[in-house]
Each structure stands twice: as structure tokens, then as C-alpha cells.
């Protein structure tokens, strides 16, 4: 099972990137998956979540109405387009399968994409 990001890079507030994650090892279309993100120095914060098939759709408080999540199964792919980007959007971004919010247990990981906002 192998999950990789990409996507991350410096970016001037007020700018957009767009992460990618490209799965294999297992069939994406049966998860659950998660956009997790851990900014320097503080802890795993939950950024957005996308069923199986794509219809359920929930966002942080943070980036709801900035960023936006979607799922490609035929390609083995999920996206997180991120638009009006703050200097608080800085972290390191995971793409995580079938994750337990309440305690932020998920049990498969990317290795992370840094997201750097900055002018």
C-alpha cells in the first residue's frame, strides 16, 4: 500500500496549489480518505474528508469555502485544490485512508507534501 503526495511548493498569500495524492496497492473506490495537515510546531489538524464514491464532503471550519476535494477512482487519485492561501495554511499536507477523527488514528499515510504560504 503506497500513498504520494504532490503538489506542495511556496506560495504567496492570497495564491493556490493544487496536492495530489496517487494511491496503489489497494482499490480506492472502498475508502474513505482524508487530507490531514500538521503546521510547524503544533499537532495533526483534520483539513477534509471524501467518501467512497464521492458524495459526502466535509471541510475544517478553516478552509471551508477556500479549498475544495476530489477524488478521481478510475485514476487511483485524490485532490486538494487550495485557493486563498494564508500564512496559517503552512504545513506539511498528508493524504491519509480511513481515518478516526476523534483521534486522528488513520491506518495508512502518505509521506507528506509541504505547503509553504509566504510573501
Known amino acids: 500500500v503506497q500513498l504520494v503526495e504532490s503538489g506542495g511548493g511556496l506560495v504567496q498569500p492570497g495564491g493556490s496549489l493544487r496536492l495530489a495524492c496517487v494511491v496503489s496497492?489497494?482499490?480506492?473506490?472502498?475508502?474513505?480518505m482524508y487530507w490531514v495537515r500538521q503546521a510547524p510546531g503544533k499537532g495533526l489538524e483534520w483539513v477534509s474528508g471524501?467518501?467512497?464514491?464521492?458524495?459526502?464532503?466535509d471541510y475544517a471550519d478553516s478552509v471551508k469555502g477556500r479549498f475544495t476535494i476530489s477524488r478521481d477512482n478510475a485514476e487511483n487519485a485524490l485532490y486538494l485544490q487550495m485557493n486563498s492561501l494564508k500564512s496559517e495554511d503552512t504545513a506539511l499536507y498528508y493524504c491519509a485512508r480511513n481515518c478516526d477523527l476523534r483521534t486522528m488514528m488513520c491506518d495508512k499515510w502518505g509521506q507528506g507534501t509541504e505547503v509553504t504560504v509566504s510573501s
Open positions: 496497492g489497494f482499490t480506492l473506490r472502498r475508502y474513505w
Open positions: 471524501i467518501s467512497q464514491g464521492g458524495e459526502t464532503i
